[in-house]
């Protein structure tokens, strides 16, 4: 499809395991960005990619959280030693445009992670 | 921490009935986009409004924006089941990230 596709869709981990989580994006799309989402909240952003210069990282919760988009297309984030509150929906969206103003963003259905 | 705050939290009208919800937000903006988010599905975009336009159409969407109140509203008119879904606004906080409100869950009964 020519839509951003996320994978795996649902992820069970036990707390203190490691998780990758893949997000790819509309062909094209300059723009990167990651987010997590909290049951009944609003997404939160986590990180931003242009091409595959992370030019923001600022909502990464701690040093465990590392995301990477080594070609400027396919973006992994990675979850380091899990704990229960990493327990939400992580949301993958990019636009087309390198800038953010004026830019749609386009998301993926999310990854569902879940830390037993 | 959120910018954009959603009103109300909850909402339940009746088919055919028009849904008004609210965003206020905090710091100046350059442009507050409202996104569709159906229950465990990834975000759609509705409409964006600049901050230098007052009110925006798109179908049955309506948009305004006032940047002295910092606040926005979306209507949507003769709603329909499928119009069921959480609504958030967000707003461009800074140069590299948008900022997403804690969204108006919005229920249509038949």
């Known amino acids: 499809g020519a839509g951003v596709s996320q994978s795996p869709r649902y992820k069970v981990a036990k707390r203190g395991q490691d998780v990758a989580l893949r997000c790819d994006p509309i062909?094209?799309?300059?723009?990167l960005f990651w987010y997590q989402q909290a049951l009944g909240q609003g997404p939160e952003f986590l990180t931003y990619f242009q091409n595959e210069a992370q030019l923001d990282k600022s909502g990464l919760p701690s040093d465990r959280f590392f995301a990477e988009r080594p070609e400027g297309s396919v973006s992994t984030l990675k979850i380091q030693r899990t704990q229960q509150e990493d327990s939400a929906v992580y949301l993958c969206?990019?636009?087309?445009?390198?800038?953010?103003?004026?830019?749609?963003?386009?998301f993926g259905p999310g990854t569902r992670l879940t830390v037993l | 921490s959120q910018q954009g705050e959603e009103d109300p939290q909850a909402l339940s009208i009746q088919e055919g009935e028009n849904a008004t919800m609210n965003c206020s937000y905090k710091?100046?903006?350059?442009?507050l986009q409202w996104y569709r988010q159906n229950s465990g599905r990834g975000l759609v975009h509705l409409i964006l409004i600049r901050s230098n336009e007052r009110e925006k159409h798109s179908g049955r969407l309506r948009v305004t924006l006032d940047t002295s109140k910092k606040s926005s509203s979306l209507l949507i008119t003769a709603s329909r089941a499928a119009d069921t879904a959480s609504y958030f606004c967000a707003t461009d906080s800074s140069a590299s990230k948008i900022i997403f409100g804690s969204g108006t869950r919005l229920s249509i009964r038949p």
């Open positions: 969206a990019s636009s087309f445009r390198g800038e953010i103003h004026d830019s749609e963003q386009f």
């Open positions: 710091t100046s903006i350059n442009n």
């Open positions: 062909s094209g799309h300059v723009s």
